[in-house]
């Protein structure tokens, strides 16, 4: 078992990280809350799975928490989702001092986060990750959103959870796509923070596949909670150090919206974007020659998808200025000065984009 305490500001509260702990949840929430009411928020895929699990473990330690379940995937992350859910919560009978769980992975963790954070001006959320992604990444740092037509996340709120809560086992049953995806992200935290994790995660692929060495998977999870609640913590509202944790995003994204949502997933396309932009950080001069053929060959270790075969150079440019014109940036990029560490934000230019992108489709070929 492994705690991260997480304190940015006048907020502090715990990630906890526990392999096969989902059966003990009810005794944790009373451990620290005491009995407490409310809604757990959760997909079909979930709740089928571990649905069961969770409730039981709820109404043995006597709390009294009834279920809403929204379809699984990223359509469900919407304004008309939200507002059903509010409705429910009415209905519900939800009050101030109600909680609301979220119980699975990144969709429902910024949706049922951002209901949490509007419903009745804020009301308790405690995270319970389900994806790898949710559990080094999205369940941590306090960011929820909504989607709206014109483009993913306009729509949300910095609000940060009463605690997290990690069951490591639950990942076992994720698509190896979802797995990957995920472990797009905790590379990402090795390569911009800490060599020794992305070394550790680098030459031991089998854990993410058979996920047998719980000891293994609750040290490299806690360490990802660890790296992004330093970052975080320097940084709530997401304007200076923060920006690192896009390292793979610029790329990444044009990649993601460029395919179509859904064609790809997040963090496997961000796994191409950390290539693209180690690449443009070699071309510069700040990243060794040697460090980038470390790094593909890593990322490349990890059965990386095709990229999208329809996927042109004019359309993938299109999205990655797309993607920035929303927040008003220039083509900001995050480049390497080695592995592990100095990750520096830096303007690129377009034709960096399109020759990173040309080095991507030989790497894609070969
Ligand atoms: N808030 C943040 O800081 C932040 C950071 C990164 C990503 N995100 C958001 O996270 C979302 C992506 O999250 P995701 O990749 O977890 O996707 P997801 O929530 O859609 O989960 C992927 C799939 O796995 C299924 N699933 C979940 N847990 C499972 C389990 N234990 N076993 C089997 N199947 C399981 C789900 O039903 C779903 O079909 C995006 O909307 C993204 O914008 C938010
Ligand atoms: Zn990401």
Same mark, same amino acid.
């Given at each position: 078992m492994k705690t991260v305490d997480v304190d940015p500001g006048n907020t502090a509260y715990s990630i906890l990280i526990d392999a096969d702990s989902l059966s003990g949840f009810g005794e944790f929430v009373k451990e620290r809350f005491g009995k407490i009411d409310g809604a757990v928020i959760t997909d079909e895929t979930v709740d089928r799975l571990y649905g069961g699990e969770l409730a039981d473990s709820l109404e043995a330690a006597g709390h009294d928490c009834g279920k809403l379940v929204v379809e699984p995937g990223?359509?469900?992350?919407s304004p008309e989702a939200a507002k059903n859910l509010y409705r429910d919560l009415v209905h519900m009978e939800l009050h101030r001092d109600s909680f609301i769980l979220a119980f699975g992975g990144g969709v429902v963790g910024d949706l049922a986060g951002f209901v949490g954070s509007t419903f009745l001006r804020g009301i308790p959320v405690i995270q319970i990750p389900t994806t790898l992604l949710a559990q080094v990444?999205?369940?941590?740092?306090?960011k929820t959103a909504v989607d709206l037509p014109e483009g993913k996340n306009l729509v949300g709120t910095f609000y940060q959870p009463e605690a997290v809560f990690i069951d490591?086992?639950?990942?076992?049953?994720? *698509?190896p796509a979802d797995v990957r995806s995920g472990l797009g992200e905790v590379l990402k935290y090795g390569l911009i923070w800490d060599e020794e994790l992305f070394q550790k995660v680098n030459g031991n692929g089998d854990l993410f596949e058979d996920f047998n060495d719980q000891a293994e998977l609750e040290g490299i999870i806690s360490r990802c909670c660890e790296i992004k609640a330093e970052i975080v913590t320097e940084d709530e509202r997401d304007?200076?150090?923060?920006?690192?944790?896009?390292?793979?995003?610029t790329i990444g994204h044009g990649i993601e919206a460029g395919a179509g949502y859904?064609?790809?997933k997040h963090g496997e396309a961000v796994l191409w974007g950390m290539i693209g932009e180690s690449w443009i950080s070699a071309r510069r001069g700040y990243l060794s020659q040697e460090s980038l053929e470390e790094i593909v060959s890593a990322l490349r270790g990890f059965a990386l998808p095709p990229l999208?075969? *329809?996927?042109s150079e004019e359309r993938l440019l299109k999205y990655v200025k797309l993607d920035k014109k929303v927040r008003r940036e220039r083509i900001n990029s995050v480049l390497l000065e080695r592995i592990g560490g100095e990750a520096i934000v830096k303007e690129i230019s377009e034709s960096e984009v399109t020759a990173a992108w040309d080095y991507l489709t030989e790497l894609g070929e070969g």
């Open positions: 990223e359509e469900s992350k990444d999205s369940s941590v740092g306090g490591p086992v639950v990942l076992e049953t994720l *698509d304007r200076g150090i923060r920006q690192i944790l896009n390292f793979g995003h859904g064609e790809m999208p075969a *329809d996927l």
